[in-house]
Nanobody, 123 residues
Framework: VQLVESGGGLVQAGGSLRLSCTAS????????AGWFRQAPGKEREFVAA????????NYADSVKGRFTISRDNAKNTVYLQMNSLKHEDTAVYYC?????????????????WGQGTQVTVSS
């Protein structure tokens, strides 16, 4: 599975962005997926994840109520809608996938990663 993220950019605090992650190579509907982020000098951290059907979803506490993860298996795409962005959301955001039905929040359990997309929130 190859994953390609898009949608990053520069936005003012309080603004919104929508990230997309499009998969190719395999039937994406049988994969759980997640979003992670890594800020300069920090470790990669979990942001959000969902099961193959999208019926199970989990968010990091830091983004609950502001971010929404979703997927469209017909388009082989996972989305991350980010609202009320804060300066501390600035990071490179990575999409990940694993061939399992249930979600996982652990980055070491994901087999496939995108190249990352930069999100910069100006304060």
């Amino acid at each position: 599975v190859q994953l390609v993220e898009s949608g990053g950019g520069l936005v003012q605090a309080g603004g919104s962005l929508r990230l997309s992650c499009t998969a190719s190579g395999r039937t994406f509907s049988s994969y759980a997926a997640g979003w992670f982020r890594q800020a300069p000098g920090k470790e990669r951290e979990f942001v959000a994840a969902l099961s193959w059907s999208g019926s199970m979803i989990n968010y990091a506490d830091s983004v609950k109520g502001r971010f929404t993860i979703s997927r469209d298996n017909a388009k082989n795409t996972v989305y991350l809608q980010m609202n009320s962005l804060k300066h501390e959301d600035t990071a490179v955001y990575y999409c990940a996938a694993v061939a399992r039905l249930l979600l996982t929040t652990r980055p070491d359990e994901y087999d496939y990663w995108g190249q990352g997309t930069q999100v910069t929130v100006s304060s």
